[in-house]
């Protein structure tokens, strides 16, 4: 296994971490998905050789785990065998998955492949509700079959629900659940919105009588379970005050491929417009990581403006959120207006604050 020693030159550490987004096929159309709004095609996704090579490049400069995403990664037919060009480079794999798609047959192929690690998304505790958010009439049965298939051939299992207006106040129900199915770690994800979610914003934006709640359903439950079930809880930047490590920084330790093969400093950098990204079909991925125009030009802190370059926090958050600060001001320079010294702190605290429409308009479907 590659191991953090292999740093590369100019200083940098070695990203330790890459998010494979193998395609943009799904069957479900979350009205939040993390897909840039103009999706790739499959004629454009990189073949399954390609794909092995980047695993062979991403070990080679210092990447642990690959998370393997999409959509849904398990739509390609190849899936196992990028699963096994990321084993035989020794890196760790993570599915990141619907489920929909999970029969006990291709776990097997995948298990048997190298998989060491799945992660399933649901919508929902309720059935109904978890469906109507996905757009996929049965999902939420199939996400819990395949759910008990993975803890049955003995993988790691985390329960990954994005939660938001319409659910959150099913959180004890959904952290039951995560329990009941015998998941080692929930991951309570509060949407982020940019790209699909900022479409639908006035939709997903929860209350702030429902974050508080949460916050607290959140906390009780991980000492109630302690030790049989993790559980990581954020809380979501429109109701923070200070912005988040992004990504632990962007092209800090991090990086995601896309199914075009373009190599991106955030999962979400593309929704970025004017920046370019390299591509593995045209640059290798050690050069793009230490040299590329775009993984370099938010690195550290020099790129900062003020306030955030007196700031005492600079080096704890190192900026907050590119794709956040352009989505809400259109400047991807400018400070994260999450913060409350940003002088666009008003875009989300006023959002927060008043921005929860009466009638909930109804989703802009993930297309």
Excluded at 311 to 331: I, V
Aim: proline share 6%.
């Amino acid at each position: 296994m590659a191991s953090p020693d292999s740093a590369t030159s100019a200083g940098l550490e070695p990203p330790l971490a890459m998010l494979a987004e193998l395609t943009h096929r799904c069957p479900l159309q979350c009205p939040y998905c993390s897909n840039p709004t103009s999706l790739a095609n499959r004629d454009d996704e990189l073949d399954t050789a390609q794909w092995v090579d980047v695993m062979r490049q991403a070990a080679a400069i210092g990447v642990l785990q690959a998370h393997l995403s999409g959509g849904e990664p398990t739509a390609r037919k190849d899936f196992a065998d990028i699963v096994a060009g990321a084993h035989a480079a020794g890196i760790y794999t993570n599915l990141i998955t619907s489920g929909v798609l999970l029969t006990r047959e291709r776990l097997e192929a995948y298990r048997s492949a190298g998989l060491d690690h799945v992660q399933i998304s649901i919508q929902d505790s309720d059935p109904e509700n978890a469906d109507r958010i996905g757009n996929y009439a049965g999902g939420h049965a199939r996400k819990l079959t395949a759910a008990r298939a993975v803890r049955e051939a003995g993988l790691p299992l985390t329960i990954n629900a994005v939660v938001h207006r319409q659910n959150l106040d099913h959180l004890p129900e959904i952290i039951a659940l995560a329990h009941e199915l015998d998941a080692q770690r929930l991951e309570i994800a509060n949407v982020q919105y940019y790209g699909w979610a900022l479409r639908n914003r006035a939709a997903l934006m929860p209350t702030r009588e429902q974050v508080e709640r949460a916050t607290e359903v959140a906390a009780a439950a991980a000492e109630a379970l302690a030790g049989e079930l993790a559980i990581d809880y954020v809380v979501p930047d429109y109701h923070a005050r200070r912005p988040k490590r992004c990504m632990d920084g962007w092209g800090n330790r991090f990086f995601a491929v896309t199914p075009r093969g373009r190599v991106l400093p955030c999962h979400a950098a593309e929704t970025i417009t004017g920046m370019e990204f390299s591509s593995v079909l045209h640059r290798p991925l050690r050069w793009i990581w230490e040299n590329d125009p775009a993984f370099n030009r938010f690195r550290g802190t020099d790129w900062m403006p003020e306030p955030c370059r007196s700031c005492e926090f600079k080096n704890r958050d190192l900026g907050g959120c590119r794709c956040q600060a352009f989505a809400l001001t259109g400047d991807v320079g400018a400070t994260d207006p999450v913060c409350e010294f940003s002088p666009h702190h008003g875009l989300v605290a006023d959002t927060a604050a008043s921005g929860v429409p009466v009638a909930t308009p109804d989703y802009v479907y993930r297309a």
